[in-house]
């Protein structure tokens, strides 16, 4: 993709990676609308980005995406890239007695059904525009799943299989298809303690990564591959597999 010129719109951006990106974006001059729910954080990043856009929705909402597409074509009717980042990642124990389904129905919802919604909503403008852009946030966790997000773990196998398939159906059109699969990064992802935990990779550290990357265009296959993701993408490639779903799954 272009890294200039660009009409950006990301989901989760109010926050981590999205934030990271969303204000990274920013900096290189892109016009840059942040979607999440929480208003104060859409406040603060607007003020603290001049020129950025926040707007407040729940992807869980369909109305809402549906309104916001409307919006967005009167708005920002440049826009060309779509950055479906929001997400969100919770702990299950499948072995208790009721398991709570609506844990699980939240990250399907969240993870899976509004990234396919968004999607749809804005694909026909993407189309319009002579260079498009789809990146879609997965996980090093599609690839070898830890056995106590197991949700989670699914839904993102379930987006890394969902977007090589748009990848096929847009060849041939002006939109490319990303997928931008994160290691663990110190967000507030799983809660307040990954901020500051030493083993996840620190957020600024992994932006810059991606940023390169984005700029050399070096993305085999249309995956974003920081280094530190490559021993879980590649495990099952390299005869690594158990040895690595045993380092996620310590006994
Ligand atoms: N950090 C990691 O270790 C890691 C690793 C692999 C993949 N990822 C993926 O990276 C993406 C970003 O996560 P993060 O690590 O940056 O965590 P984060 O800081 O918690 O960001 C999650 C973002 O998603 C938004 N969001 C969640 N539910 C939403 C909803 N119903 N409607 C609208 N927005 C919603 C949140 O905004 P509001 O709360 O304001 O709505 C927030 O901006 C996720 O897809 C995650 O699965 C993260």
Redesign the pocket.
């Known amino acids: 993709m272009e890294m200039t010129g660009n009409t950006i719109l990301i989901?989760?951006?109010?926050?981590?990676?999205?934030r990271g990106l969303a204000e990274a974006f920013h900096a290189l001059g892109n016009q840059v609308i942040v979607?999440?729910?929480?208003q104060a954080?859409l406040d603060k990043i607007t003020a603290a980005n001049p020129g950025m856009t926040g707007i407040q929705?729940?992807?869980?909402d369909h109305a809402a995406i549906e309104a916001l597409a409307v919006r967005v074509r009167q708005e920002f009717p440049a826009l060309n890239v779509l950055i479906n980042?929001?997400?969100?990642?919770r702990t299950e124990s499948l072995a208790e007695e009721p398991v709570d389904l609506a844990v699980s129905r939240d990250m399907i919802e969240?993870?899976i059904l509004s990234t396919m919604h968004m999607t749809a909503a804005l694909l026909p403008m993407l189309m319009a525009r002579p260079k498009a852009t789809i990146i879609t946030?997965t996980?090093?966790?599609a690839f070898v799943p830890r056995g106590n997000f197991p949700t989670y773990c699914a839904t993102k196998a379930f987006l890394h299989s969902w977007v090589q398939s748009l990848r096929v159906q847009l060849r041939g059109s002006p939109v490319e298809v990303l997928e931008l699969a994160?290691?663990?990064?110190q967000?507030?992802?799983a809660g307040e303690q990954q901020l500051t935990d030493p083993h996840?990779m620190p957020l600024g550290e992994y932006i810059a990564e991606v940023m390169q990357l984005l700029t050399e265009g070096d993305l085999p296959d249309g995956e974003i591959l920081v280094e530190r993701v490559k021993a879980a993408r590649w495990a099952e490639r390299d005869g690594e597999y158990a040895r690595q779903f045993a380092i996620f799954n310590p006994e």
């Open positions: 989901t989760g951006g109010t926050s981590g990676i999205g979607v999440g729910r929480r954080r929705i729940d992807v869980q980042n929001a997400g969100i990642s969240t993870n946030t996980s090093g966790l994160p290691p663990y990064v967000t507030e992802l996840a």
